[in-house]
């Protein structure tokens, strides 16, 4: 399975904007990145997902180099409730079961 | 619309005791996952069913953990002769099909004593 790399934690302070970043050198052509974050004492949550081009949701945006061996995840404006781990993960676009391999993922922590 | 629900939220059981966690998962959804995730660690997958069966439980530690879903909508993980190991909060997902996006229950945290 393609391996991710995350800083364990980083800092922000409230109302700029953060960005987490990802190396996954060994991903295969037909992997995507996928991006969960999970809030204290609560099940993970779906932030966004990108193969090759930039994503942007209503959550966050998805910058993905162009070699694709490292991506960056954008919160544009840090709050208080953004306070989360942060995963990247590699999604194998050809996969049958749906299985998400999680690392340790990045804390984030919101000053205010 | 409701989310993923799992009951109970906590459980506290002796060491050999049969436990049973239950997953509701957004009505529609296909597929079904658990997770188990422990203390400082990210979630780790489990098990996924496809409808009613299970389509990968290569996850699985060993044969005391089964898991079920019968009619696949609601599903049951069954964890026999239960170990202090085995504390940890247990996560159920569903999506569309195993290529969406997944929607996480908030767990149960199961205590072995």
């Known amino acids: 399975d393609a391996k991710t790399t995350q800083p364990n934690s980083m800092e922000s302070n409230e109302e700029e904007p953060v960005h987490l970043p990802c190396n996954h050198s060994?991903?295969?052509?037909?992997?995507?990145i996928h991006w969960y974050r999970q809030l204290p004492s609560q099940g993970p949550e779906y932030v966004i997902h990108g193969l090759t081009s930039n994503v942007n949701n209503r959550m966050a945006s998805l910058a993905i180099a162009e070699d694709r061996k490292s991506s960056t995840l954008i919160l544009h404006r840090a709050t208080l409730r953004d306070a989360a781990v942060y995963y990247c993960?590699?999604?194998?676009?050809?996969?049958?079961?749906?299985?998400?391999?999680f690392g340790q993922g990045t804390t984030l922590q919101v000053k205010p | 619309g409701a989310g993923v629900s799992q009951t109970p939220s906590n459980k506290v059981t002796e060491k050999g005791k049969y436990v049973e966690l239950r997953c509701d998962p957004i009505s529609g959804h296909t597929a079904l996952y658990w997770y188990r995730q422990s203390l400082g660690q990210g979630p780790e997958f489990l098990i996924y069913?496809?409808?009613?069966?299970?389509?990968?439980d290569s996850g699985l530690p060993n044969d005391r953990f089964f898991a079920v879903r019968p009619e696949g909508s609601v599903s049951t993980l069954k964890i026999q002769r239960t170990e202090r190991g085995d504390s940890a909060v247990y996560l159920c997902a569903s999506s569309r099909g195993p290529l969406y996006e997944q929607y996480f229950g908030p767990g149960t945290r199961l205590t072995v004593t």
């Open positions: 069913f496809q409808g009613t069966g299970a389509a990968d």
């Open positions: 993960i590699l999604f194998p676009g050809s996969s049958n079961t749906g299985k998400l391999i």
């Open positions: 060994t991903i295969s052509g037909t992997d995507y």
